[in-house]
């Protein structure tokens, strides 16, 4: 037998045909492929948030205050994650006497689960994405609802005071804060007329690289693209809207009384859906798995560096990107209280939402 | 993927959405109840999904999960332990609730059997985006708006009745 027969991958650059391959590939008659799609995601969040995740933000933070954060485990602290991952795997799995035996254990699955499921519409470059969905944007901020109910299952499983109100603080904050996001992403979805996140990657494709991307083409882009940067470190509960897990006041928030490989997954649910909203702002407004370079007369670089790992390269670094403007945000501003942090989200957000909606649509159907 | 495999995952979610809806009704936890609504919502999202109907199901899934369980789970929470003893949902009024379920039960199967005209025709193609926006906004746009009026005056209502009473304040 041939070995293309084993590993079907053509290196072509037609769209979504390393994932079209593999779920057409089956193994003794089960659809082996489709476990391989999905698996794929949930591997890169792991080694993700294992090292630039943890390592990363340890390093950054260290830096930003003139530490040198992690250095005993290996050359410069890089094995302190595993250590890390080591000793969460080893401790012991407790659960309060007094906790809601089913919800306390449920709860992060759920959270992980909400957070995993986005993934399936997130193009990994123009050749891989788990399913190319005609509402895939709509879905992947509409599925984030299945979080708020994981974290509430966390809050009050956990029979603990700081935890419920933590969770009943971080639901408030992201369901009020969908509201700015959700229109800010619609300007997007106004301007490419589609809501496929495929579809929005080719959009903005072209020659001249970065000045094709949606940020570039349209100047009111820049008022959704910055709304919804906002309300996108207020839905991952990150700085300065921490207040859900303002240790101040409220130890660790809906996690507190979670130990283990349970807060583990709460992490890397955390984790993963930072990385998801960077993703989903470099498809909307930054053009996705494109290069950013301009073809520049006989350089082309543009057609140089596009391709199925190219893009894959690129839509990483971009969420990698947008990743460490949220740590820099977190190690620079103080956080905020719950009704600056509501004033901020009805009172000024929202309505600069809606100016950026109506001038987009007047930008649109004139320009 | 062949037919099989369809009605194998058709079959699947259809259960999930069965039994966590009688989960929901049958449960004398009400916070399990108020949880349980999250698989039958979810469910019902899937079986959207087999109708062609991807953008309903997303919508389901907004609107349900995202809006409505927060609210009920909410409301379930911060009630639950008021009164000082635990809120158990009990069995009450069973002759007419026999009664009832009986009457609907036999009503529903008499229509579905006896009149209903089974539309089959197979499955859509393409995006059914762009064609839900042109209806919303061309053939149903007085039902749209006058559904916006509706959420509008909902909003008014709401903001008057938590709206800081300045009289009311005074006297405290």
């Given at each position: 037998?041939?070995?293309?027969?084993?590993?079907?991958?053509?290196?072509?650059?037609?769209?979504?045909?390393?994932?079209?391959?593999?779920?057409?590939?089956?193994?003794?008659?089960?659809?082996?492929?489709?476990?391989?799609?999905?698996?794929?995601?949930?591997?890169?969040?792991?080694?993700?948030?294992?090292?630039?995740?943890?390592?990363?933000?340890?390093?950054?933070?260290?830096?930003?205050?003139?530490?040198?954060?992690?250095?005993?485990?290996?050359?410069?602290?890089?094995?302190?994650?595993?250590?890390?991952?080591?000793?969460?795997?080893?401790?012991?799995?407790?659960?309060?006497?007094?906790?809601?035996?089913?919800?306390?254990?449920?709860?992060?699955?759920?959270?992980?689960?909400?957070?995993?499921?986005?993934?399936?519409?997130?193009?990994?470059?123009?050749?891989?994405?788990?399913?190319?969905?005609?509402?895939?944007?709509?879905?992947?901020?509409?599925?984030?609802?299945?979080?708020?109910?994981?974290?509430?299952?966390?809050?009050?499983?956990?029979?603990?005071?700081?935890?419920?109100?933590?969770?009943?603080?971080?639901?408030?904050?992201?369901?009020?804060?969908?509201?700015?996001?959700?229109?800010?992403?619609?300007?997007?979805?106004?301007?490419?007329?589609?809501?496929?996140?495929?579809?929005?990657?080719?959009?903005?494709?072209?020659?001249?690289?970065?000045?094709?991307?949606?940020?570039?083409?349209?100047?009111?882009?820049?008022?959704?693209?910055?709304?919804?940067?906002?309300?996108?470190?207020?839905?991952?509960?990150?700085?300065?809207?921490?207040?859900?897990?303002?240790?101040?006041?409220?130890?660790?928030?809906?996690?507190?009384?979670?130990?283990?490989?349970k807060f583990a997954v709460?992490?890397?649910?955390?984790?993963?859906?930072?990385?998801?909203?960077?993703?989903?702002?470099?498809?909307?407004?930054?053009?996705?798995?494109?290069?950013?370079?301009p073809n520049i007369g006989?350089?082309?670089?543009?057609?140089?560096?596009?391709?199925?790992?190219?893009?894959?390269?690129?839509?990483?670094?971009?969420?990698?990107?947008?990743?460490?403007?949220?740590?820099?945000?977190?190690?620079?501003?103080?956080?905020?209280?719950?009704?600056?942090?509501?004033?901020?989200?009805?009172?000024?957000?929202?309505?600069?939402?809606?100016?950026?909606?109506?001038?987009?649509?007047?930008?649109?159907?004139?320009? | 993927?062949?037919?099989?495999?369809?009605?194998?995952?058709?079959?699947?979610?259809?259960?999930?959405?069965?039994?966590?809806?009688?989960?929901?009704?049958?449960?004398?936890?009400?916070?399990?109840?108020?949880?349980?609504?999250?698989?039958?919502?979810?469910?019902?999202?899937?079986?959207?999904?087999?109708?062609?109907?991807?953008?309903?199901?997303?919508?389901?899934?907004?609107?349900?999960?995202?809006?409505?369980?927060?609210?009920?789970?909410?409301?379930?929470?911060?009630?639950?332990?008021?009164?000082?003893?635990?809120?158990?949902?009990?069995?009450?009024?069973?002759?007419?609730?026999?009664?009832?379920?009986?009457?609907?039960?036999?009503?529903?199967?008499?229509?579905?059997?006896?009149?209903?005209?089974?539309?089959?025709?197979?499955?859509?193609?393409?995006?059914?985006?762009?064609?839900?926006?042109?209806?919303?906004?061309?053939?149903?746009?007085?039902?749209?708006?006058?559904?916006?009026?509706?959420l509008l005056l909902a909003?008014?209502?709401?903001?008057?009745?938590?709206?800081?009473?300045?009289?009311?304040?005074?006297?405290?």
């Open positions: 037998m041939m070995l293309s027969n084993y590993f079907p991958i053509p290196m072509s650059m037609s769209l979504n045909s390393w994932s079209d391959a593999l779920s057409q590939w089956y193994l003794f008659g089960l659809p082996l492929g489709l476990v391989v799609i999905a698996a794929i995601p949930l591997v890169f969040i792991a080694l993700y948030a294992l090292t630039y995740g943890v390592y990363g933000e340890r390093k950054i933070s260290a830096f930003m205050q003139d530490r040198l954060g992690p250095m005993e485990v290996g050359k410069w602290g890089i094995l302190q994650t595993l250590a890390d991952i080591l000793k969460l795997l080893q401790k012991e799995d407790i659960v309060n006497t007094n906790a809601d035996k089913f919800l306390f254990v449920v709860g992060p699955g759920i959270l992980f689960v909400g957070s995993f499921m986005a993934f399936a519409v997130l193009p990994f470059g123009p050749a891989f994405i788990g399913a190319d969905l005609n509402v895939g944007l709509f879905y992947a901020i509409g599925i984030v609802a299945l979080e708020v109910v994981g974290i509430l299952a966390a809050g009050w499983g956990s029979n603990n005071k700081w935890a419920l109100y933590g969770a009943i603080r971080s639901v408030a904050q992201i369901v009020s804060y969908e509201i700015p996001a959700a229109i800010a992403i619609l300007c997007g979805a106004m301007m490419a007329g589609t809501l496929s996140m495929q579809q929005f990657n080719i959009l903005q494709q072209g020659e001249y690289g970065f000045l094709h991307f949606f940020l570039f083409q349209n100047p009111i882009a820049w008022l959704p693209f910055i709304i919804y940067f906002i309300a996108s470190l207020a839905e991952t509960n990150r700085a300065p809207f921490d207040i859900p897990e303002a240790e101040s006041e409220l130890v660790a928030g809906y996690f507190t009384e979670y130990s283990g490989m709460i992490f890397l649910a955390e984790y993963g859906s930072m990385f998801m909203v960077s993703a989903i702002i470099s498809v909307v407004f930054l053009g996705g798995w494109n290069s950013p370079l006989s350089f082309a670089l543009n057609d140089w560096t596009t391709g199925p790992v190219w893009g894959a390269a690129w839509i990483i670094l971009k969420g990698f990107f947008f990743i460490f403007l949220q740590m820099w945000l977190r190690w620079t501003l103080p956080r905020l209280r719950v009704d600056q942090l509501m004033y901020v989200c009805w009172k000024v957000l929202t309505p600069f939402a809606f100016v950026a909606f109506v001038l987009t649509a007047v930008w649109e159907i004139y320009m | 993927m062949s037919d099989l495999t369809y009605t194998i995952i058709f079959y699947l979610f259809a259960a999930i959405t069965v039994f966590s809806a009688a989960f929901v009704v049958f449960s004398r936890n009400i916070i399990y109840s108020a949880f349980s609504l999250l698989f039958t919502f979810f469910g019902a999202a899937a079986l959207y999904v087999f109708l062609s109907a991807d953008f309903i199901a997303v919508t389901q899934v907004v609107v349900y999960v995202g809006g409505i369980l927060v609210l009920l789970l909410f409301g379930v929470m911060f009630t639950n332990k008021v009164m000082g003893n635990r809120l158990m949902t009990d069995v009450q009024n069973l002759l007419p609730g026999i009664i009832i379920l009986v009457a609907v039960a036999v009503g529903l199967i008499y229509v579905f059997v006896v009149q209903a005209d089974w539309y089959t025709a197979g499955m859509l193609q393409g995006s059914v985006v762009e064609r839900i926006g042109v209806e919303t906004m061309s053939r149903y746009v007085l039902p749209f708006e006058m559904a916006s009026i509706l909003l008014v209502g709401a903001a008057f009745l938590a709206r800081f009473d300045k009289v009311h304040n005074n006297e405290r």
